[in-house]
């Protein structure tokens, strides 16, 4: 049943997950890119040149922290049924342990380690925390064009 929920829950929220994962990258680019143009073009008369460069990394923050906080629940449901696998296996290996209950946890063992839970967004990329690390480069290189198509 555990195993059929995580399904269920990674079919039912994979288009949302993939939508806002999508939105976070497109608005950590252009959040990023207007403060480090903003940056590069100071105008240090203007006493709004702080706002202007401080929203937009807050902002950005803010969008990694919702990608980080994403990561890191999928992260975790998969590895706690990981180790669910190793408990049961530690668990089996009990002397005083009845065989009617032996039976039951190998049958449980098997559907856990067959059916191990896998966030996708949709099926295009797996969430975990290689999506922090995937977003991050993918954001460097974008600001790193649009920035010099700003200079040019």
């Known amino acids: 049943m555990l195993c059929d929920i995580s399904s269920s829950g990674n079919s039912i929220y994979g288009l949302q997950v993939l939508l806002i994962t999508m939105s976070a990258f497109i608005k950590l680019t252009a959040n990023l890119s207007y403060a480090i143009i903003s940056l590069y073009t100071k105008d240090y008369a203007n006493a709004?040149?702080?706002?202007?460069?401080?929203?937009?990394?807050?902002?950005?923050i803010m969008e990694f922290s919702q990608l980080f906080w994403i990561a890191a629940s999928c992260s975790a449901t998969s590895e706690d049924a990981n180790r669910s696998v190793t408990l049961l296996q530690k668990l089996?290996?009990?002397?005083?342990?009845?065989?009617?209950t032996s039976a039951e946890i190998q049958l449980f063992l098997q559907h856990v380690r067959d059916r191990?839970?896998?966030?996708?967004?949709?099926?295009?990329f797996a969430i975990n925390?290689?999506?922090?690390?995937?977003?991050?480069?993918?954001?460097?290189?974008?600001?790193v064009i649009l920035v010099q198509m700003q200079v040019n």
């Open 116 to 124: 191990k839970p896998k966030f996708t967004t949709w099926d295009f």
């Open 92 to 100: 089996l290996l009990l002397p005083e342990l009845h065989p009617a």
């Open 48 to 60: 709004n040149s702080y706002r202007d460069e401080t929203l937009p990394i807050i902002l950005s």
């Open 129 to 143: 925390y290689n999506l922090l690390g995937s977003t991050v480069g993918a954001v460097v290189t974008y600001l």
